[in-house]
């Protein structure tokens, strides 16, 4: 899996840094849909270097459920504050994976997760809602890390070392 180039209109938001003051993670959304994110931030906030994970099927629903656990969970350092995700960006990356997913059980979960986040509902119920449609996604990484921010660390490695 490698870095994928998104259109110019493609809209990137932040759901935290994996360490400050080091990469942020987050999500890309153009016309094909939601792909996790890395990126760099310089001095000014502005957007340096970025990452875009190429990454389809299960492998893709693992990165974006990751991260969208990771954000619920509280696991990342506070994003830059010009890139950051809101409830509303979270709530469509979830409304857009239950539209995308093949697997009926897994649309129910993702549904129960959207429901959770649009009752407002504390994070460790999306958390426990969105783990649910990951242990179903039968994804080769749920086996191996089950840790969310392990995953993250490591897939920013691999698309980070596969530009330079």
């Known amino acids: 899996m490698g870095n994928v180039a998104l259109g110019g209109g493609a809209q990137r938001v932040a759901v935290g840094y994996l360490a400050a003051p080091g990469p942020w993670v987050g999500f890309a959304h153009d016309a094909d849909g939601y792909r996790l994110a890395f990126g760099e931030t310089q001095a000014a906030d502005t957007a340096a270097a970025q990452w875009v994970s190429d990454a389809e099927g299960a492998a893709r629903l693992t990165e974006l ?80 890390q089950a840790d969310p921010l392990d995953l993250l660390v490591s897939r920013y490695e691999a698309l980070s070392a596969s530009s330079a």
């Open 65 to 144: 459920l990751t991260v969208a656990i990771a954000y619920y969970g509280e696991m990342l350092e506070g994003p830059p504050p010009s890139l950051e995700a809101t409830q509303a960006d979270l709530a469509e990356l979830v409304r857009w994976l239950g539209v995308e997913d093949p697997d009926r059980r897994r649309r129910l979960r993702l549904s129960e997760a959207l429901d959770a986040i649009d009752d407002g509902l504390a994070g460790d119920v999306v958390v426990a809602r969105l783990s649910g449609v990951l242990a179903l996604a039968g994804s080769p990484q749920t086996d191996e």
